[in-house]
């Protein structure tokens, strides 16, 4: 009997021993399970920066490229912190979503600063977003990705428009008058140059010059803000609207082929004639035909008898150099066909500017919730004040 209970106890303690075992065992699965996801969750990012631009193909993107590129270069000579940079340059989206394709692939990315070239880039950046790659969008916003952007940053398009419209009427434009448009392209940039230039007109936005801190509204140039009749009637009776693509040669074209017709819409009202054109090159165009034979004497003549003003966006140096007097061969053409001729202060150095807060982010100086906006400030440019800054270098 006592044999008997002690195999008992035997038994007993034996079963006991393994169950602890087993259980031994599945706790230290269980840890190491919860450690390899605890690793996979604190993996950390690479160290590499990829700059994403458009390509040089006009002035304005260009010199942002050549912007860029400087910044690139002195990430790799170590001067912002340790990280490496790699600029990519394209034309398009569809070549920027296979160079999101690659960079998944290296799989060391910090971070991207992208430069949409159009909207067909959004399946590059909604690749970076399922990858959990943190991302600025710059310049061309994409409005179907951006809130998923750690910031979208470029120059404020719909200031540079009201910008625009407060310039332009304030030399006289009315709901009666000639307007030629010279568009950049599809993308938000022009969108929202034209969203600002009306809602300046309707009083739904007031233009805020940065250079003389002063805010200006519709009531202070025309006494009361325009009605959505008259902003249509501008737009759409004796209105011409080109796009261009960002492009000098393009611009020329349209202008070569439709002035006749915009002279004569201008004479059939008020003789004034109002040019808002989105970008330095496409009002140097202008100026750079006139400067030549290609109209005649007569058609010249019938211009020069007209009110005629015109914007621009950018700051070339070239556009500066006509501003203050200084080419010799453009400057006396602005004088004799233009009674008004500006260029709103969007500088391309703002490129370096977006990566820089590429860097912040990563460096946690950072004070924007995800999908935030930030614009940087524009201002007017004209023979008044164009000695006081140089411009960017242009083509």
């Given amino acids: 009997m006592k044999r008997k209970l002690l195999a008992l106890v035997l038994v007993l303690c034996m079963t006991a021993g393994a169950a602890a075992c087993k259980n031994a065992e599945k706790d230290v699965e269980t840890d190491s399970a919860e450690t390899e996801e605890s690793q996979e969750e604190e993996k950390p990012l690479g160290n590499q920066i990829y700059v994403m631009t458009a390509a040089p193909d006009h002035g304005w993107t260009g010199q942002g490229a050549a912007y860029a590129a400087a910044f690139v270069d002195e990430i ?16 398009n989206g569809e070549t920027q979503n296979e160079q999101v394709q690659e960079i998944l692939a290296n799989n060391d990315a910090a971070g991207v600063m992208f430069w949409g ?26 409005e179907d990705t951006m809130d998923q952007a750690v910031l979208n940053y470029s120059g404020d398009n719909w200031q540079s428009g009201a910008a625009v419209a407060y310039y332009l009427i304030t030399h006289g ?4 008058s000639t307007l030629v448009q010279f568009t950049g392209d599809a993308s938000t940039v022009s969108e929202r140059r034209l969203e600002g230039f009306k809602n300046f007109l309707l009083g739904q936005e007031d ?13 202070d140039v025309n006494g009361k803000a325009w009605t959505q009749e008259e902003v249509d ?27 006749s017709s915009w002279i004569e819409a201008a004479e059939s009202t008020d003789n004034t004639l109002f040019i808002f054109s989105m970008d330095d090159e496409m009002s140097l165009a202008f100026l750079e035909l006139l400067s030549g034979d290609v109209f005649d004497d007569s058609v010249k003549g019938e211009l020069e008898a007209l009110t ?10 070239e556009m500066y150099a006509v501003l203050r007097g200084d080419d010799a061969q453009l400057s006396p053409v602005a004088d004799t066909y233009f009674e008004g001729l500006m260029s709103v202060y969007y500088n391309p150095i703002m490129t370096q500017t977006a990566i820089q807060k590429l860097l912040d982010y990563l460096d946690g100086t950072w004070d924007y919730a995800l999908g935030a906006e930030d ?21």
């Fill in 117 to 142: 070239c159009d909207d067909s880039a959004k399946e590059g950046q909604q690749a970076l977003i399922d990858a959990g790659i943190p991302w600025i969008s710059y310049d061309r916003i994409i």
């Fill in 308 to 317: 005629v003003n015109m914007s621009a966006v950018g700051g070339m140096e």
């Fill in 207 to 219: 233009y805020y010059d940065a250079e003389s801190d002063k805010i200006y509204t519709i009531d």
């Fill in 76 to 91: 790799n000579l170590g001067i912002h912190g340790d990280y490496a940079a790699v600029h990519y340059i394209a034309d």
């Fill in 233 to 259: 009637k501008l737009c759409t009776e004796n209105y011409f609207e080109y796009n261009c693509d960002w492009s000098n040669e393009k611009a020329k074209e349209y202008i070569e082929g439709n002035l």
């Fill in 173 to 176: 434009m009315t709901p009666e």
């Fill in 375 to 395: 614009y940087e400030p524009v201002f007017i440019v004209d023979s008044g004040n164009a000695a006081e800054y140089e411009g960017f270098l242009g083509r």
